[in-house]
């Protein structure tokens, strides 16, 4: 019975130090599909901060808070915390979408 323990733990044992080998080496040189999936990633977040979210069209119709001159400093600085904001849950759930699927592929 001994015997039959020391074999199932020396198996388990290899299965994971071949485990832990796999990762290491996948670590040392990812494949190019990881490498596309975060530079997808990369290129989506580049895109949120590239756009501002503020179309021409909104120019046109109503003047800008920085425009007014009854503006107040806190007023400004409120309107550029909440669109900084604003961006970084859709980062952060894309992220994590992705490392979901990483982990499924596994």
Request: cysteine-free.
């Amino acid at each position: 019975m001994t015997s039959d323990i020391a074999a199932d733990l020396d198996l388990e044992l290899g299965d994971v130090l071949q485990e832990f080998q796999d990762v290491v080496e996948e670590l040392k040189a990812p494949s190019e599909s990881k490498h596309h999936s975060y530079q997808h990633v990369l290129h989506g977040a580049k895109s949120r901060i590239d756009d501002s979210g503020v179309e021409d069209s909104d120019y046109s119709s109503e003047a800008s808070m920085g425009n007014s001159l009854n503006t107040s400093e806190e007023e400004l600085h409120q309107a550029g915390t909440m669109l900084a904001l604003k961006a970084k849950p859709d980062e952060l759930e894309s992220f994590i979408n992705m490392l979901d699927q990483e982990l499924a592929e596994m």
